[in-house]
């Protein structure tokens, strides 16, 4: 039987021979792999969480709001403009406007109040002139105005206000 000394088993400790290296290695490459995922299914929930969703701008310029006859005199109707809502108003004088209907406080959707003449947000008062200008209430700023165009029954156009 070959006599193996001390310092031989302390140096083949030191390097293992090919076979346990490589099964050494192959533990590393699964552990760091393991935390790697490990840490992959942790961190990108919360990143995916604290970012915002993409949302997709809408790419209308136009729409038909309202047939003439929806929207009688002092009188409002809600449409969809891209994926954001409008108001238009026809005014005692028969006048076409068309708005943003979001608040500029707090984003509800504002409506109109044939008893005041105004464009009325419900959630805090707030209030709208039909110029679209803040005039009461906590709203910030005015509402955003749109160009109203009528489109005749001959299919010609007009401007309801520029
Ligand atoms: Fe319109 Fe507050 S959200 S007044």
Redesign the pocket.
Known sequence: MEHISREQIIRDSRHPGPEVTSRRHFLDYLLGTSAVATLGAIIYPIIRFMSPPQVIESTESSVVAAKLSEVPVNSGKIFKFGNKPGIVVRTSAGELKAFSAV?T????IVQYRPDTKQIW?A????QYNLSGKNIG???PRPLEEFKVNMKLNDGSRSNAMA
């Open positions: 608040c406080h707090l984003e509800c947000c959630c805090h008062n707030g209430g906590p709203p």
